[in-house]
């Protein structure tokens, strides 16, 4: 992966988060007092069920390149080596390991995302 397009797209998927974070603001604060029929009519809406849906796999993007950077950085055989030399034989497994249970991770929170905000 090209390192300046990810440390881009990790800065515009942060400017985009705060986008629908000042959506989500902009509805609590416009209303003096929200009643639960108030708040569920802003919920099942298209607009806030897109746009949360979208926000979220924005959010997993932006974490997504986060964590990689974290594995690549600090799950090698040289930083591991530092600490033990076994633990530098296993640098590679302990990465694919770790990269596996976090995409795994996202694709689960994502899947029960979508059933909370569409059904």
Do not use: C
């Not at 604060?29 to 569920?40: C, K, N, R």
């Not at 090698?76 to 590679?92: D, H, V």
Request: charged fraction near 10%.
């Amino acid at each position: 992966m090209k390192g300046s397009t990810l440390w881009y797209l990790q800065r515009f998927s942060s400017v985009l988060i705060l986008v629908y974070v000042t959506y989500i603001t902009y509805f609590i604060l416009g209303f003096e007092q929200i009643s639960y029929i108030t708040w569920m009519q802003f919920v099942e809406t298209y607009l806030f069920k897109i746009s949360t849906s979208l926000t979220f796999l924005i959010i997993l993007t932006h974490s997504y390149i986060g964590l990689w950077t974290v594995g690549t950085d600090y799950l090698t055989s040289r930083t591991l080596g530092f600490l033990s030399m076994n633990l530098s034989e296993i640098a590679n497994s302990s990465r694919l390991i770790y990269n596996v249970f976090f995409s795994g991770m996202g694709i689960i929170l994502y899947i029960y995302l979508l059933v909370l905000v569409w059904i």
